[in-house]
């Protein structure tokens, strides 16, 4: 027998004063007594066992004739772990596992001595049942086990219940019909303070009811069916009886041989608002598209009659130019009328090929290093010859007489002349305009400023937009497009610049321009100038102020 262990105990009897020639059987009425102890043990002498007794019997299940005369490596089958000597005295002590005579393992305790009794040779070797302590030992050890196992259980659990409640996803365990689990994320997410509301009651609570069929179908796939489903939407009904959108996903499992589905749903609400603010978006700048193509052609087709008309009216001026009879005076009168409609029509033109030549990034500016001041003073003393009979007082005042920047020279005429064009038509006789330039070294501001009618203050915030216009009644005293300020803001952008505009009802408007003093290096400015226009001629500066003040009845 292997893995055994044992240590010796020798048991010091007295000496037999009175011992006859037969040692044995004297021996043997000695060695009786032992059946009385209750140690299992045995003795043995020169290597032979020749007393068991009874305890040592019951221990290895078996008779005493079977040991008698059998030797203690014979017994316990030692010859694996005995050396070569086969002494019992080398084994160490301890305890090992062995089989009895029924091949029932045991576990025991032996100890040994190699001591003789004075003029003998018997050795004594106790045993002792170990199994209990071992079984008590195994029984700590594995109580102590499951109890580490048990700790490591509830630490693995709840790890998995927080894991399943910081999830943006809400889960749930169903069977189909009715909920048995829900986590606190799939409870808020239906509005439900605590996941136990919603634990017992059925699928069909929560959906809504044109997605019963659609699940109900999926359910049955997956309870006949070991397969996961891809995502699909549904509406949810919330405890507050709100529809929410969202994405769902199953699939099976076997828990204590029942079968069980686990579920997962996303909120997509949001996401459904934002795709149907996305296709909104998508049409209205399709319909924007549309709208911009549809001025630019309608511009390029009324532009071509309307310039023949033009031409047409500026040939019968030069024709009638040095009659002077009633007639002819009458003829130049509606001509003047006439020619002045056109600009209307012409400034309306241009203000909506401009529009969308910036919408769809075409748009151009003619940068070239100017004195900003000279611009806006040149464009101010021509205003002012111009409506001299209009009874409005112009004033222009600056407290820089020169400051060059870069800037599109017609395009800032064509803003200061629209912002005039807005506040000689609102401002009454006797009125006053002022014109004001502040150099503010890294940026020049202008102030356009009147004395009309002024905004409302509904109106003030959408003045830039385009097609506003403060004044929508018919019986309104200046005609207008509401294009003009939407294009004096894209231009002004353009140049890097900003405007605001402040206004008191009744009283006062007043437009605030700020552009960069940026200027441009030598190699620019000559690259710009080769191609720039140069268009400051003072015909053509009244033919501009003709048509951006041709809603303006002189």
């Known amino acids: 027998m292997d893995n055994l262990l044992f240590s010796g105990e020798y048991i010091e009897l007295p000496d037999s004063k009175d011992m006859d020639n037969s040692y044995s059987n004297c021996t043997d009425i000695n060695l009786e007594c032992l059946d009385f102890v209750p140690t299992a043990m045995l003795v043995q002498k020169n290597g032979q066992i020749i007393y068991v007794n009874s305890e040592l019997c019951k221990l ?13 490596s014979e017994l316990l089958q030692l010859d694996t772990i005995l050396n070569s000597n086969n002494k019992l005295n080398e084994v160490s002590n301890g305890e090992y596992k062995i089989n009895d005579f029924q091949c029932n393992e045991i576990c025991i305790e032996i100890k040994s001595n190699s001591k003789l009794l004075k003029g003998s040779n018997y050795e004594f070797i106790t045993f002792r049942d170990a199994s209990a302590d071992n079984k008590k030992y195994n029984y700590t050890r594995e109580k102590a086990e499951k109890n580490q ?6 630490e693995s659990k709840e790890l998995y219940k927080r894991l399943i409640d910081i999830l943006p996803d809400g889960i749930s365990i169903h069977d189909g019909i009715t909920y048995s689990f829900v986590s606190n994320s799939y409870a808020r997410m239906l509005g439900y303070d605590n996941p136990k509301e919603l634990v017992g009651r059925t699928i069909k609570e929560v959906v809504s009811k044109e997605n019963h069929e659609l699940i109900k179908q999926r ?12 995502r699909v939407e549904y509406k949810f009904i919330t405890k507050q009886g709100e529809t929410k959108d969202v994405e769902a996903t199953s699939v099976r499992f076997y828990n204590n041989n029942k079968l069980n589905i686990l579920s997962s749903i996303r909120d997509i609400t949001d996401k459904k608002k934002f795709e149907e603010s996305r296709l909104l978006l998508e049409r209205a700048m399709e319909y924007d598209n549309l709208k911009t193509e549809f001025f630019s052609n309608m511009s390029h087709e009324l532009r071509t009659p309307l310039n023949i008309l ?47 030549k910036i919408d769809s990034g075409f748009y151009q500016l003619n940068m070239h290093n100017h004195d900003i001041v000279k611009i806006v003073e040149d464009i101010t003393q021509s205003v002012a010859e111009y409506i001299k009979g209009k009874d409005i007082e112009v004033v222009f005042d600056t407290d820089v007489e020169e400051k060059i920047i870069a800037c599109d020279a017609d395009k800032i005429e064509r803003v200061i002349l629209n912002l005039l064009s807005n506040a000689i038509k609102f401002t009454k006789p006797g009125g006053r305009i002022e014109i004001n330039i502040h150099d503010s070294l890294d940026s020049i501001n202008v102030t356009v400023r009147d004395t009309g009618s002024g905004i409302p203050k509904d109106k003030i915030d959408n003045i ?68 720039a226009a140069g268009n400051n001629l003072d015909n053509e500066r009244i033919e501009r102020m003709s048509i951006e003040f041709s809603d303006i009845y002189m």
Request: charged share 20%; net charge neutral.
């Open 219 to 230: 359910l049955e796939i997956l309870l006949s069916e070991d397969k996961v489903f891809p």
């Open 310 to 356: 033009l031409s047409s009216l500026q040939l019968i001026g030069m024709y009638t130019e040095r009659e002077n009879n009633i007639n002819i005076r009458s003829i130049r009168k509606y001509t003047s009328i006439m020619k002045q409609n056109c600009y209307r029509l012409l400034r309306l033109i241009n203000n909506l090929l401009d529009i969308t």
């Open 60 to 72: 290895l299940n078996c008779n005493k004739g079977s040991i008698l005369g059998l030797s203690v």
């Open 149 to 154: 196992l048990k700790e490591e259980l509830l």
């Open 464 to 531: 830039f937009d385009r097609f506003i216009q403060a004044d929508k009644s018919l019986s309104r005293r200046s005609e207008g497009t509401g294009i003009g300020l939407a294009l004096v803001k894209s231009l002004i952008e353009m140049h890097g610049g900003s405007i605001s505009v402040m206004s008191n009802y009744g009283e006062y408007t007043q437009f605030n321009i700020s552009i960069p003093a940026r200027v441009l290096s030598t190699d620019e400015e000559s690259i710009i100038h080769n191609t």
